[in-house]
Protein backbone atom coordinates (compact mmCIF):
# COMPACT_ATOMS: atom_id res chain seq x y z
CA UNK A 1 0.00 0.00 0.00
CA UNK A 2 1.50 3.45 -0.89
CA UNK A 3 0.89 6.52 1.19
CA UNK A 4 0.62 9.92 -0.25
CA UNK A 5 0.77 12.99 2.65
CA UNK A 6 -1.05 15.64 1.18
CA UNK A 7 -0.82 19.36 3.34
CA UNK A 8 -1.94 18.79 7.16
CA UNK A 9 -4.06 16.10 7.65
CA UNK A 10 -4.74 14.57 4.64
CA UNK A 11 -2.99 11.52 3.11
CA UNK A 12 -4.18 9.45 0.00
CA UNK A 13 -3.66 5.72 -0.01
CA UNK A 14 -2.94 3.48 -2.96
CA UNK A 15 -3.35 -0.17 -3.29
CA UNK A 16 -4.00 -2.30 -6.70
CA UNK A 17 -4.80 0.81 -8.89
CA UNK A 18 -7.52 1.90 -6.13
CA UNK A 19 -7.59 4.99 -4.37
CA UNK A 20 -8.35 6.28 -0.84
CA UNK A 21 -8.53 9.94 0.88
CA UNK A 22 -8.42 10.55 4.29
CA UNK A 23 -9.71 14.22 5.51
CA UNK A 24 -9.44 16.91 2.72
CA UNK A 25 -10.22 19.95 4.16
CA UNK A 26 -9.53 23.22 3.87
CA UNK A 27 -5.78 23.43 4.73
CA UNK A 28 -4.88 21.50 2.22
CA UNK A 29 -4.25 23.35 -1.46
CA UNK A 30 -4.81 20.18 -3.47
CA UNK A 31 -7.67 18.25 -1.95
CA UNK A 32 -9.78 18.74 -4.94
CA UNK A 33 -7.04 16.53 -6.68
CA UNK A 34 -6.70 14.44 -4.02
CA UNK A 35 -10.76 13.42 -4.05
CA UNK A 36 -10.89 13.83 -7.98
CA UNK A 37 -9.00 10.72 -7.86
CA UNK A 38 -10.27 8.88 -5.16
CA UNK A 39 -12.74 6.04 -5.09
CA UNK A 40 -13.80 6.45 -1.88
CA UNK A 41 -13.57 9.20 0.90
CA UNK A 42 -13.04 8.98 4.62
CA UNK A 43 -13.66 11.83 6.96
CA UNK A 44 -12.74 11.84 11.01
CA UNK A 45 -14.93 14.67 11.98
CA UNK A 46 -16.49 18.23 11.00
CA UNK A 47 -13.68 20.46 11.73
CA UNK A 48 -13.19 22.47 8.51
CA UNK A 49 -9.73 21.72 8.18
CA UNK A 50 -10.04 18.04 8.03
CA UNK A 51 -14.03 18.13 6.16
CA UNK A 52 -14.53 20.62 3.04
CA UNK A 53 -18.24 20.18 3.03
CA UNK A 54 -18.39 22.78 -0.69
CA UNK A 55 -15.47 20.90 -2.09
CA UNK A 56 -16.99 16.93 -0.84
CA UNK A 57 -20.47 17.89 -2.04
CA UNK A 58 -19.54 19.13 -5.82
CA UNK A 59 -17.93 15.36 -6.11
CA UNK A 60 -20.54 13.50 -4.91
CA UNK A 61 -22.48 15.72 -7.52
CA UNK A 62 -20.38 15.09 -10.51
CA UNK A 63 -19.37 11.68 -9.51
CA UNK A 64 -22.15 9.43 -8.48
CA UNK A 65 -19.55 6.27 -8.13
CA UNK A 66 -17.54 8.38 -5.43
CA UNK A 67 -18.36 6.73 -1.76
CA UNK A 68 -17.81 8.67 1.70
CA UNK A 69 -17.78 7.82 4.79
CA UNK A 70 -18.22 9.47 8.11
CA UNK A 71 -19.61 10.37 11.26
CA UNK A 72 -23.32 10.96 11.28
CA UNK A 73 -22.58 14.82 11.94
CA UNK A 74 -20.86 14.62 8.70
CA UNK A 75 -22.55 12.29 5.92
CA UNK A 76 -26.43 13.40 7.55
CA UNK A 77 -25.73 16.23 5.54
CA UNK A 78 -26.30 14.43 2.45
CA UNK A 79 -28.44 11.04 3.33
CA UNK A 80 -31.40 12.25 1.52
CA UNK A 81 -29.94 13.67 -1.50
CA UNK A 82 -27.25 11.09 -1.69
CA UNK A 83 -28.53 7.86 -0.43
CA UNK A 84 -26.08 4.99 -1.76
CA UNK A 85 -23.01 7.23 -1.99
CA UNK A 86 -22.69 8.49 1.52
CA UNK A 87 -22.71 6.36 4.85
CA UNK A 88 -22.47 7.08 8.83
CA UNK A 89 -19.97 4.85 10.65
CA UNK A 90 -19.57 4.52 14.05
CA UNK A 91 -17.04 3.11 16.99
CA UNK A 92 -16.62 -0.84 15.98
CA UNK A 93 -17.92 -0.75 12.11
CA UNK A 94 -16.42 -2.79 9.96
CA UNK A 95 -16.49 -1.78 6.13
CA UNK A 96 -15.03 -2.22 2.53
CA UNK A 97 -14.26 0.66 0.33
CA UNK A 98 -12.18 0.72 -2.40
CA UNK A 99 -10.88 -2.05 -1.82
CA UNK A 100 -9.45 -1.46 1.41
CA UNK A 101 -10.76 -3.16 4.65
CA UNK A 102 -11.34 -0.13 7.27
CA UNK A 103 -12.45 -0.90 10.93
CA UNK A 104 -13.86 2.37 12.99
CA UNK A 105 -12.49 4.11 15.94
CA UNK A 106 -12.97 6.00 18.83
CA UNK A 107 -15.46 8.81 19.59
CA UNK A 108 -14.77 12.14 20.39
CA UNK A 109 -12.45 14.92 19.66
CA UNK A 110 -10.07 15.82 22.18
CA UNK A 111 -10.76 18.39 24.39
CA UNK A 112 -9.99 22.24 23.55
CA UNK A 113 -11.67 24.32 26.15
CA UNK A 114 -14.42 23.45 28.27
CA UNK A 115 -16.02 26.56 26.04
CA UNK A 116 -15.72 24.66 22.75
CA UNK A 117 -17.86 21.81 22.54
CA UNK A 118 -16.73 18.38 21.20
CA UNK A 119 -17.55 17.18 17.98
CA UNK A 120 -17.49 13.56 17.00
CA UNK A 121 -14.19 12.04 15.75
CA UNK A 122 -13.50 8.67 14.17
CA UNK A 123 -10.18 7.14 13.91
CA UNK A 124 -9.45 4.66 10.56
CA UNK A 125 -7.39 1.70 10.73
CA UNK A 126 -6.82 0.77 6.89
CA UNK A 127 -5.79 -3.01 6.03
CA UNK A 128 -4.86 -4.02 9.21
CA UNK A 129 -2.15 -1.26 9.15
CA UNK A 130 -2.63 2.26 9.28
CA UNK A 131 -4.16 4.28 11.43
CA UNK A 132 -5.40 7.80 10.96
CA UNK A 133 -6.35 9.08 14.47
CA UNK A 134 -8.27 12.55 13.33
CA UNK A 135 -7.82 14.71 16.19
CA UNK A 136 -8.17 12.75 19.30
CA UNK A 137 -5.36 10.08 21.34
CA UNK A 138 -7.28 7.47 21.30
CA UNK A 139 -5.89 4.02 20.97
CA UNK A 140 -7.55 1.54 18.69
CA UNK A 141 -8.12 -2.03 19.63
CA UNK A 142 -5.64 -3.43 17.50
CA UNK A 143 -2.12 -3.30 16.63
CA UNK A 144 -0.72 -0.54 14.16
CA UNK A 145 1.83 -0.64 12.30
CA UNK A 146 1.70 3.09 11.12
CA UNK A 147 0.75 5.79 13.18
CA UNK A 148 -0.23 9.09 11.48
CA UNK A 149 0.58 11.29 14.53
CA UNK A 150 -1.06 14.81 14.82
CA UNK A 151 2.05 17.06 15.64
CA UNK A 152 0.31 20.25 16.27
CA UNK A 153 -3.16 21.81 16.70
CA UNK A 154 -4.61 24.01 19.80
CA UNK A 155 -5.70 20.07 21.38
CA UNK A 156 -2.14 18.59 21.00
CA UNK A 157 -0.09 18.20 23.95
CA UNK A 158 3.71 16.98 23.49
CA UNK A 159 3.35 14.70 26.91
CA UNK A 160 0.33 13.14 25.30
CA UNK A 161 1.49 12.53 22.16
CA UNK A 162 4.40 10.69 23.61
CA UNK A 163 2.52 8.94 26.07
CA UNK A 164 -0.03 7.53 23.09
CA UNK A 165 2.77 6.80 20.91
CA UNK A 166 3.96 4.53 23.63
CA UNK A 167 0.21 3.45 24.33
CA UNK A 168 -0.31 2.49 20.43
CA UNK A 169 3.35 0.94 20.15
CA UNK A 170 3.33 1.58 16.19
CA UNK A 171 5.73 0.08 14.04
CA UNK A 172 6.25 3.44 11.88
CA UNK A 173 5.33 6.51 13.08
CA UNK A 174 4.90 9.24 10.24
CA UNK A 175 3.59 13.21 10.96
CA UNK A 176 0.24 14.56 9.87
CA UNK A 177 -1.48 17.58 11.38
CA UNK A 178 1.84 19.81 11.03
CA UNK A 179 -0.24 22.97 9.69
CA UNK A 180 0.63 25.00 12.63
CA UNK A 181 4.64 24.45 12.73
CA UNK A 182 6.78 26.28 10.94
CA UNK A 183 10.25 23.80 9.57
CA UNK A 184 11.85 24.27 13.02
CA UNK A 185 9.20 23.12 14.70
CA UNK A 186 8.36 20.18 13.29
CA UNK A 187 12.03 18.85 13.30
CA UNK A 188 11.64 20.07 16.99
CA UNK A 189 9.02 17.55 17.43
CA UNK A 190 10.21 15.12 15.76
CA UNK A 191 13.33 15.05 18.07
CA UNK A 192 11.84 15.16 21.28
CA UNK A 193 9.05 12.43 20.34
CA UNK A 194 11.75 9.84 18.91
CA UNK A 195 14.52 7.67 20.02
CA UNK A 196 16.81 9.11 22.79
CA UNK A 197 13.84 11.17 24.52
CA UNK A 198 10.50 10.47 25.03
CA UNK A 199 9.79 7.43 22.25
CA UNK A 200 11.69 4.82 20.67
CA UNK A 201 10.13 5.52 17.43
CA UNK A 202 11.39 7.87 15.09
CA UNK A 203 8.61 10.18 13.75
CA UNK A 204 9.16 10.53 10.02
CA UNK A 205 8.51 13.90 8.52
CA UNK A 206 7.15 13.19 4.74
CA UNK A 207 7.11 16.40 3.02
CA UNK A 208 3.30 16.98 0.96
CA UNK A 209 3.11 15.60 -2.85
CA UNK A 210 5.74 12.74 -1.10
CA UNK A 211 4.54 9.35 -0.81
CA UNK A 212 5.97 5.88 1.02
CA UNK A 213 5.23 2.12 1.21
CA UNK A 214 3.39 1.09 4.29
Keep these: MRLTKHAHACVTLT ?5 MVIDPGAFTPDAAQAVAGAAAVLITHEHFDHFDEELIGAALEARPDLRVYGPAAVVERWTAARRGQVTAVA ?13 VHGDLHAAIHRDIPRVANLGYLVDGRVYHPGDAYHVPEAP ?24 VAPGRLVQ ?39
Design 91 to 103: AGDAFTAAGFEVT
Design 176 to 214: IHEAMLSEIGQQSMARILGPGMLTDVPLEIVPPGDSIEV
Design 15 to 19: KDGAR
Design 144 to 167: VGTLLLPAAGPWTRTGEAADYVRA
